[in-house]
C-alpha cells in the first residue's frame, strides 16, 4: 500500500524558513517523480514544485520560484521542501504527491504551514 | 502558464442524477507525443485530492464506473452517470501538458 506522510510544517513568522518533509512507502522510491501541491485555507489546488526520479531534474511554480527549493534523499525514501523568505500567502496545507508523468496518482495528507507575525 | 477554467463554480445535485462539470484550458493540451495530459482529482470534505482521471478518460484504479471523462483540446468534461452521497466535494481538473502544471479553480458538487 503507497503510503506518503508529511512532516514539519508548523507557525512560522514572514521571512522565516522551514523544511518539509514527506516519507513514501509502499513502492519503490527511487525512480518515482514527485511533486508538492498546497492549498491556502478555504481556496483550491496549487501546484508548488516537482522532482523527477531518474535525473532530479527540479520544476517550480514562479511563485516559489528562487524561495523554495525542492530535493530528495533515496536512501531514505523521503521527499523535502526547503522553504525560506516565507510570505504571509505561503500559508497552505502542503501536500507531497506521488508522480507518474502526468498523474499525481497518490497524496499525502498535508502538512499545515502558517505564515503569521 | 496555461490557465484551466472550470464551469460552473458550483453544482447543486440530486441523488441518482447525473451531473457534469466542463473544464476549459487556455490552450491546447495535446502533447508533442500525441497526448493529451488532462486529469480529473476529487476532494472529499477534509480529505486530501485523489485521482479518478487521466488522460482525458482513463479511470484511475478503484474509481468507480460511473465517473467518466471526454474532451479533446481544449475542451473536456467530468459526468457522474447517477450521483451518490459520498460524490460530494470539490472536483478540479489539472493540466499535466506542460510546466508548470495548473488547476481549475475547483467545482463543488452538493447535495
Known amino acids: 500500500e503507497v503510503q506518503l506522510l508529511e512532516s514539519g510544517g508548523g507557525l512560522v513568522q514572514p521571512g522565516g524558513s522551514l523544511r518539509l518533509s514527506c516519507t513514501a512507502s509502499?513502492?519503490?522510491?527511487?525512480?518515482?517523480?514527485m511533486t508538492w501541491v498546497r492549498q491556502a485555507p478555504g481556496k483550491g489546488l496549487e501546484w508548488v514544485s516537482a522532482?523527477?526520479?531518474?535525473?532530479?531534474?527540479?520544476f517550480y511554480a514562479d511563485s516559489v520560484k528562487g524561495r523554495f527549493t525542492i530535493s530528495r534523499d533515496n536512501s531514505k525514501n523521503t521527499l523535502y521542501l526547503q522553504m525560506n523568505s516565507l510570505r504571509v500567502e505561503d500559508t497552505a496545507i502542503y501536500y507531497c504527491a506521488k508522480t507518474d508523468y502526468d498523474l499525481l496518482d497518490y497524496w499525502g495528507q498535508g502538512t499545515l504551514v502558517t505564515v503569521s507575525s | 502558464d496555461i490557465v484551466m477554467t472550470q464551469t460552473p463554480l458550483s453544482s447543486p445535485v440530486t441523488l441518482g442524477q447525473p451531473a457534469s462539470i466542463s473544464c476549459r484550458s487556455s490552450?491546447?493540451?495535446?502533447?508533442?507525443?500525441?497526448?493529451?495530459?488532462l486529469s480529473w482529482l476529487q476532494q472529499r470534505p477534509g480529505q486530501p485530492p485523489r485521482l479518478l482521471i487521466y488522460?482525458?478518460?482513463n479511470r484511475f484504479s478503484g474509481v468507480p464506473d460511473r465517473f467518466s471523462g471526454s474532451g479533446a483540446g481544449t475542451d473536456f468534461t467530468l459526468r457522474i452517470s447517477r450521483v451518490e452521497a459520498e460524490d460530494v466535494g470539490v472536483y478540479y481538473c489539472?493540466?499535466?501538458?506542460?510546466?508548470?502544471?495548473?488547476f481549475g479553480q475547483g467545482t463543488k458538487v452538493e447535495i
Open positions: 489539472m493540466q499535466a501538458t506542460q510546466f508548470p502544471r495548473t
Open positions: 490552450q491546447s493540451l495535446v502533447h508533442s507525443n500525441g497526448n493529451t495530459y
Open positions: 522532482i523527477n526520479g531518474v535525473n532530479s531534474d527540479t
Open positions: 488522460k482525458i478518460s
Open positions: 509502499g513502492f519503490i522510491f527511487s525512480p518515482s517523480a
